[in-house]
């Protein structure tokens, strides 16, 4: 079995799908790797590294897809809605897709994959259970921009972070309100701790609170806490009322702070609009908000996708494709979880696609030109949103 590593064409993206140290990995498992020429450039991973590795350079991009059994891509088109179009002539029926692809806010696209035959999955569509672990690139990739959006927000604010004791004077710390205590808000936590800023946490889980405190945060409780989670653990979407009330509630909270970083996502849905324009012009000038979800519309009601929009001095930073902007750590992290996925559907370089297993079932979106995920079918018919 041969798999296909292509250069990312996302505008900006700077990650690889594999690196060149799983390569061994995956040739003693009998799957060779092919990798297109400057595949792993922005990366920093040289094609010399990839042919150390045992790894073949691909003579040009329809080369790679015409060898290749497997397509693996850490963006495919229904989260490269632009470039990834000119991909869909190169696709062959019966062959594997994989990568992130947000299929639930991309039917049309998903389509369009299915169209050509391929057997496509959706690493978004990852279960949370013990065994996938290995291959969860969501956790992995939140990680990464968890971190960095610490650091964007430091870079921003007109102030340091960790109180100082100086002879010119006492420098208080920093005021940082997370919002949203996933993976990416945890991260975010441990990062401003560590920077020595005071950190809150908001999340309507309670169940979250001890995971914030064990880092060093306070918790706030608004009195907006549902408690209601789907199976893998996420916020499950609530009604309009429920967000009016959390706006309310929250735009204490917000106007207090230094700094607010916005990680509230629900899988398969647009973000919650958590804070909104009136609380961001209450809050001091100088002040950041980095709003992580800016892809899916925004925790704020500021956020532009991609810009910094500033407002009586706040800036609202809309960070996209956050991860990318450390390429060689979370091209390595993704990797990994590439590979266990790749020898989970292939153990000794043999497919086996065993669809009653709860790994394969769950990330399957489309095989024999059919859409063959059980959600996705209900929801083909549901209008797309616009967007890249």
Do not use: W
């Amino acid at each position: 079995m041969i798999v296909g590593v292509p250069k990312e064409t996302f505008p900006g993206e700077r990650r690889v799908a594999l690196v060149p140290s799983v390569a061994p990995t995956l040739i003693k498992s009998g799957i060779q790797v092919t990798v297109e020429a400057g595949a792993g450039a922005e990366s920093t991973f040289r094609d010399e590294a990839y042919q150390e590795k045992g790894a073949r350079l691909a003579e040009s991009r329809g080369a790679l897809f015409r060898e290749a059994d497997v397509i693996v891509q850490v963006r495919g088109l229904g989260v490269n809605r632009r470039a990834g179009r000119m991909d869909l002539e190169l696709l062959r029926r019966g062959q594997l897709l994989i990568g992130l692809q947000e299929p639930f806010l991309a039917t049309k696209e998903v389509g369009e994959l299915a169209s050509t035959g391929v057997t496509l999955f959706a690493l978004d569509l990852m279960p949370r259970i013990t065994r996938a672990q290995p291959m969860d690139v969501l956790t992995s990739m939140a990680t990464v921009a968890g971190y960095k959006a610490v650091l964007l927000a430091a870079a921003a604010l007109p102030r340091m972070f960790p109180l100082l004791m100086t002879a010119a004077g006492t420098i208080t710390p920093a005021k940082v309100l997370i919002v949203g205590a996933g993976v990416a808000g945890l991260q975010a936590v441990a990062t401003a701790r560590r920077l020595g800023a005071m950190v809150r946490v908001y999340d309507m889980r309670p169940e979250v609170k001890e995971q914030a405190e064990s880092l060093g945060a306070r918790f706030v409780a608004l009195g907006a806490e549902s408690g209601e989670t789907t199976q893998g653990g996420y916020a499950r979407p609530m009604d309009e009322a429920f967000h009016r009330r959390q706006q309310e509630i929250l735009a204490g909270e917000v106007r207090d702070s230094d700094v607010v970083i916005a990680a509230a996502n629900v899988p398969g849905a647009r973000a919650p609009v958590l804070i909104t324009a009136e609380a961001v012009r209450a809050m001091r000038p100088g002040s950041v908000i980095v709003d992580l979800a800016a892809e899916r519309g925004g925790n704020c009601q500021l956020t532009l996708a991609g810009e910094t929009v500033v407002v009586n001095g706040v800036s609202v930073m809309g960070p996209v494709d956050l991860a990318s902007t450390i390429p060689h750590d979370a091209s390595q992290m993704y990797s990994k979880n590439i590979t266990s996925f790749l020898l989970h559907l292939a153990p000794k370089g043999q497919l086996k696609l065993n669809q009653e297993d709860e790994i394969i079932k769950g990330t399957l979106v489309a095989c024999g030109g059919q859409i063959v995920h059980p959600r996705l079918q209900a929801r083909q018919a549901q209008p797309v949103p616009t967007g890249r």
